[in-house]
């Protein structure tokens, strides 16, 4: 990993502007910061402190979810990774001209067929830890191997590191999983998020050597890059759709290799949103 470009991706914050659902001009509102690499669910204090006298009076049993512009954000996915994926869903060149991202927290009406249920902010780190079990699996194979023989002290520096916006921790524990394994990862686990619609790959480390983000994309995303050329995914231009990697735009010949290792989330997952369409060089709401 390239230090550098590590403490770049964890020393990023996402302002979080939050206002209660059906509020009058006279309802408080709230701010809170939340980590790139970090998950919504985890950082409710501060709206249950500001909101949950209110709520308690009017539900009987509130559960809490977030919405943008209407729309239900999935607490499953990393802070940075929503926040690309609103750019890309507003055609916005920047994301980080979104903030302080304003959203809608909600104890009603939960939209259980658009979004996964949370309890409360264990479950988000249970899910965690889930998460990088599937990214492990992917790498070295049987997690049990891996992960498994990670001590307790190694296990809760996994989940603090994500929690509290840790780089150096997320590095020692990565390091200590690959000495674990004993042998060199053989694929890479990745979240691609194509027009808000989220899947998942499996991408061989001999495949990844090879590869730029321009033959990534040709390969895996061909609905919307088929057509490129040899040498237009060695090109240093950005192509004609958006393409978002924590909260930067690569071009297309940036390493895919150098991708996976250096701008990874805490999950171990390389997240890449993808959306249709030219991006607007302003922000225009």
Same mark, same amino acid.
């Given at each position: 990993?390239?230090?550098? !470009? ?98 809608? !927290? ?19 780190? !249970? ?7 599937? !990214? ?9 191997? /891996? ?10 520096? /996994? ?125 225009? /709401?």
């Amino acid at each position: 990993m390239e230090k550098e !470009a590590v403490q770049l991706v964890w020393s990023g914050v996402v302002v979080i502007h939050c206002s209660l659902v059906g509020g009058t001009p006279g309802t408080p509102t709230c701010y809170f910061l939340v980590p790139r690499n970090g998950y919504l669910g985890m950082h409710t204090t501060t709206v249950m402190n500001t909101f949950g006298a209110i709520v308690k009076k009017e539900i009987e049993e509130p559960q809490l979810w977030f919405s943008y512009e209407s729309q239900p954000i999935p607490w499953h996915i990393p802070m940075g990774v929503i926040l690309d994926r609103i750019a890309a869903r507003k055609h916005i060149y920047d994301p980080l001209s979104l903030l302080p991202l304003t959203i809608t !927290a909600h104890f009603s009406n939960f939209p259980q067929d658009k979004i996964c249920k949370f309890k409360d902010p264990a479950a988000v780190t !249970a899910y965690y830890g889930h998460t990088i079990k599937s !990214a492990i699996s992917v790498m070295y194979g049987n997690h049990d191997q /891996v992960y498994g023989r990670l001590s307790p002290r190694s296990y809760t520096q /996994v989940t603090d590191c994500m929690s509290h916006n840790d780089p150096e921790g997320f590095v020692t524990t990565t390091v200590k999983l690959k000495n674990i394994a004993g042998r060199p990862l053989t694929k890479y686990p990745v979240s691609l998020h194509v027009d808000g619609v989220s899947s998942y790959l499996a991408v061989g480390a001999e495949e990844a050597q090879k590869l730029t983000l321009g033959g990534f994309l040709r390969t895996f995303v061909p609905s919307l890059y088929e057509a490129l050329t040899d040498e237009e995914v060695k090109s240093n231009e950005m192509g004609q759709h958006m393409v978002y990697i924590q909260s930067t735009r690569p071009v297309l010949s940036t390493p895919f290799e150098w991708l996976c290792e250096n701008l990874c989330c805490a999950d171990h997952f390389l997240h890449v949103v993808v959306h249709k369409g030219p991006a607007q060089k302003e922000l225009t /709401v």
